[in-house]
């Protein structure tokens, strides 16, 4: 049974007012997400529904907590808890059920796990062939693709960039390797329109360099292209990318330089071209996203440093 959080909180998050229609090129400030810190940052983040499910994460520690925005009322309640304790993973949503692979606790993981927002309940699946945290998810038809990430299990860009790509299965419950990115690059954004996925940013090594990349897969040929026109900036950590049309919206993340970063950039994948958007309200990295409604929601992140947690959850109407 899913649980609604304490009543001052609750209380407090109803007293937000209601918003009209949001004009194109506007932010909307909404109810912060649930912490038992000063934020929480490195969630696995999707859209099921008329819900966000924004689970695990780091909120004053790595956690399991499952986080359920309902977007109607702007309101927070908690689910069943997830089977392990993890931040840094990936979350993507598929037929009514929410995934999430990888992570870190003391270590990277190799973890799949789907949790079903009807039942509030979670299920562990089969291991990925290879851990990683730091690392970008995307879905095309029937499977699941985990896509570059890093061996280290500290915050963005900490060493062991990895190009490994694993296709999931989700009939078969089965992991494959597939091509590997052109780049061993960690903490990238990805995003699929028209049955091809495409991959933005990211940083390699120890002492990182920050790149403008974009890629794109084609898994019907199993073949990369580094061909698209690349980011007007480079940065990684940029875990908020959702989709409208057939633009890609790369929003927020790190450039190893700035404590955050508010930029708000789109990919227009039919004219391959990019244009600045709106820059978001509040700087950060390690942020969630989700699509629904013709809106792209933010929410949570770091600033960046690892442990420097958000609540801030913010929406964007291109």
């Not at 985990?146 to 060493?159: D, F, K, N, Q, Y």
């Not at 959702?242 to 633009?247: H, P, Q, S, V």
Request: hydrophobic letters at 40%; proline letters at 7%; one cysteine or more.
């Amino acid at each position: 049974m899913k649980r609604h959080l304490f009543a001052p909180v609750v209380l407090i998050l109803a007293a937000i007012p209601c918003f009209g229609a949001p004009k194109p090129g506007t932010w909307r400030i909404l109810a912060p997400v649930p912490h038992r810190g000063i934020g929480v940052e490195g969630m696995s983040t999707a859209d099921v529904g008329d819900k966000i499910i924004a689970a695990l994460g780091y909120d004053f520690g790595d956690t399991n907590t499952t986080r359920i925005y309902d977007i109607a009322s702007n309101t927070w309640s908690l689910g069943a808890n997830a089977p392990g304790t993890s931040s840094e993973g990936a979350g993507v949503s598929h037929g009514g059920l929410f995934y999430t692979a990888g992570g870190r606790l003391f270590s990277v993981r190799n973890d799949l796990w789907s949790y079903d927002p009807a039942s509030d309940t979670w299920t562990i699946l089969a291991h990925m062939n290879v851990a990683r945290a730091g690392l970008a998810i995307a879905v095309v038809g029937n499977a699941i693709y985990a896509i570059g990430g890093r061996t280290s299990p500290g915050g963005p860009c900490t060493g062991g960039a990895m190009s490994s790509v694993e296709r999931y299965d989700i009939d078969q419950n089965v992991w494959t390797q597939v091509a590997p990115m052109p780049f061993p690059l960690s903490d990238r954004a990805a995003a699929t329109i028209g049955g091809k996925i495409y991959v933005f940013g990211g940083c390699s090594g120890n002492f990182p360099i920050f790149t403008k990349e974009t890629d794109v897969y084609d898994p019907v040929t199993d073949t990369w292209s580094t061909s698209p026109a690349d980011m007007p900036t480079a940065r990684a950590g940029m875990y908020g990318i959702a989709t409208k049309g057939d633009a890609i919206y790369v929003i927020g993340g790190w450039d190893g330089i700035h404590p955050g970063l508010q930029t708000n950039e789109a990919y227009h994948v039919a004219k391959d071209t990019w244009t600045v958007e709106t820059p978001m309200p509040t700087a950060r990295a390690e942020a969630g996203a989700a699509g629904h409604g013709g809106e792209i929601f933010i929410v949570g992140g770091s600033k960046p440093a690892f442990g420097a947690s958000v609540p801030n959850n913010e929406a964007y109407k291109p």
